[in-house]
């Protein structure tokens, strides 16, 4: 399995990553190599075995729908990069 | 008396009978870390001020009257469980300067028993990482020998409790991060049933596999420590309703009559290293001389558990970790101005490679056209690694294997092969995607004097079964007595 630059910087911009150029090409074989360990699970036949995606299957986790005390909004707002009083500053989006 | 050695039903006892003060096992402990930390580097944040005060207010409810098991009892806190108002980094750049404005479900447990609380103990970055070496502030080292690793993820917990500077501690483990440094260290380390304990205020890896779970020196103290933090939260919609037993309880219960299952395929899996596979066979043996009957059992799914875990676990952890983007909290990139570049800088920036690796390999696993034959296909094999440990333990109470497959790796040794780290997995990934208990205690030792661990494994909710197995083969054995030479 090879994946190449393209696929690699792709993945990047999905997961909003930036690869440093000399570091794509480390990346794209560590990847090709853990990747290509997987297709071991081919050698599975999985037809009609439903999927699991929580070992411990707990349906309706239902809980009163009372009013509590939610984090007052200094504190929500005391580990931000960039704040003003009332929310947390981002760079122009528009 | 050294206090700093005691275990903590130990000191809880002289507690009790006022025969020391919790000031003065602080104290001791405070010591003990100044004097053999700068050669373990377990701590990322020490909190000796907070620690001396919560003593005080301990020493103030026992003469008051009021003492429970972990009442002025020095504790380390793997520095992904939030802390309120103490710096939680996860190991990472990114949240290098995060103080948590509340504290995790655990936390709020351990203070309402008035526990003390020494400090915030290294992990590989988001508990990605086999070693330690993937922490982006300090490699932890093994206090049996300080060439090698303390194993990961929760490193700095196993390595803090056995080097005596906390009488127990909490870690995380999401494919072995407390079973498998506990190995390593010499010490027992314990991951709950999944939902057993609230995952609320647990920094989120792979939310589906996650689970707190304690490191002590003793089995009762593991006991003891589960049970201050096991129990129902709201908070957590996949903590379960069950009641929590009295664990201690079950610990002086005999063997006799219990089945260990040995599964086949565990014993010929490759880079198995002969001295562990020969203290865990002793350890069986030792079993069986304690009235436990062993039968074989297989999972014959085994050899595709690490493949499996290294696709749901990157996933799951690609996805959770999409949040840090320098927005709410975190580092952030302040020379970007516009919003993508920021996100895109601040997350370069503050993620180190392992993390990058894994978030790439989940983002690709998850990506459209590959969910399918990646994601869909290692959910599917996860069932039948599920069914298999159904099956086996409709033959068995509990199964041993060992919980790595080699004693500690020399630090530096396994950097350069991201796969070959992942494949050290292979015994205690299975657990986290069954979603079953499992225990690893310590069995013996290496040429090199490096300990081994005996892993025990149980059904859903079978951690009383595990106590009582792990805590006889103890009281049957030296190991857990022998400290390292520090």
Known sequence: ?94 | MQLHTLTISEAHDLLKRKKITSVELTRAVVDRIEAVEPKVLAFLTRTFEDALEQANAADKAIAAGKITPLTGIPLGIKDLICTDGIRTTCGSHILEDFIPPFDAFVMRKLKAQNAVIAGKLNMDEFAMGSTNEHSAFQVTHNPWGLEHSPGGSSGGSAAAVAADMCLGALGSDTGGSVRQPASHCGVVGLKPTYGRVSRFGLVAFASSLDQIGPLSKTVTDSAILLQAIAGHDEADSTSVPNGVPNYSACLGRDLKGLRIGLPKEYFDIEGLDPQVASAVKKAIDTLSGLGAQTVEVTLPHTEYGVAAYYIIAPSEASSNLARYDGVKYGLRDKQKTELLEMYRGSRSQGFGPEVQRRILIGTYCLSAGYYDAYYGKASQIRTLIARDFEQAFQKCDVIAAPAAPTPATALGESLDDPLAMYLSDVFTLPANLAGIPGISVPCGFSDKGLPIGLQLLGGHFAEETLFKTAYQFEQATEFHKKRPPL
């Open chain 1, 1 to 94: 399995m090879k994946l190449t630059k393209e696929q690699v910087l792709n993945t990047a911009r999905l997961a909003r990553l930036d690869i440093a150029p000399q570091d794509v090409e480390m990346f794209s074989e560590q990847l090709a190599s853990i990747l290509g360990y997987m297709e071991k699970l081919n050698e599975v036949d999985t037809t009609g075995v439903a999927p699991t995606s929580h070992a411990i299957s707990l349906t309706n986790a239902f809980r009163q729908d009372r009013a509590h005390e939610h984090l007052p909004r200094d504190k929500a707002l005391s580990n931000a990069p960039e704040k003003d009083e009332d929310g947390f500053l981002v760079p122009k989006v528009i």
